[in-house]
């Protein structure tokens, strides 16, 4: 494995799909590099790393005097790193799964309001012969919630349009059927009978839903790229990728009276506490209301 173009690839891909500043990508670089050095003077390298190495990186951390503020970033650049290595296929196994997680306080995802939502498929141009194919994106993602990676990989043969459901293979192949609205089948129909039925798959993706003009899967980047610009169309200021969409799901089903265990199952999470983030974004938006409308504080504050 050629370390430096992995962590050129790396940073690239915190920059486009994790949507991340340059700064910020930069600095988790740095975090791999200070793991490299302590590998290249114990004669190991990356790909070789167990949980006995990571230990005693650690240790050193705290020997040499870095701050546990400091240490925390260095891990979760790591972390970041070694996750990323396994979704490209370059190791098996993540041997920082046993690191233990910093508790820097929960961060809260940004979510979209369903008129931001709504705005953002009112700038699609269904004249370009791509449009109609957008759009149908656009309500998969936000209308199944489903990951980058498990869009891209949607197969034709997954659509069970008579039940109302799609087959999803999720993180380590694992099966999930997810509903789908009438709204998603009738867009996704649509773009069938524009476009994809008419167009000649590479060898490979004759199963893929979603193509690009020249008969290939789409990527995630291309994803990346399509909804960062319909919200700079639709004027959202915030910081949005197409993982947005899934926290925008998971939440307003929340805030719609779904149990927390269903939105489990739909979103493939392995444990409810990485579902539980979507109680504390409907409480914070619920502290938000009582704030705001509220007669008394209204009365305090005029």
Known sequence: MDLE????????????????????AASYCRDVDHLVRYLDNVKKSITEVNNQDLDQFLGTLHDVGISPRSQARIISGIKSF?????MEGLVDNDPTQLLPS??????????LTLSEIDRMIACIDLSHPQGQRNRAIIEVLYGCGLRVSELVELRLSQIFEEEEYILVIGKGNKQRLIPISQEALTQINLYLEQTRNNQVAKQGCEDILFLNRRGNRLTRVMIFYIVKELCELAGIRKTVSPHTLRHSF?????????????????LGHESIETTEIY?????????????THHPRN???NA
């Open 5 to 24: 173009k992995t962590k050129q690839r790396f940073e690239g891909y915190l920059r486009i799909e994790k949507g991340l500043s340059a700064n910020t």
């Open 82 to 86: 070694f996750k990323y290595m396994v």
């Open 102 to 111: 910093p508790r820097m306080g929960r961060h809260l995802p940004e979510v």
């Open 250 to 266: 998971a939440t307003h089903l929340l805030e719609g009276g779904a149990n927390l265990r269903a939105i489990q199952q739909m």
């Open 279 to 291: 109680v504390h974004i409907d409480r914070s938006t619920l502290r938000h209301e009582i704030l």
């Open 298 to 300: 209204q009365r305090h």
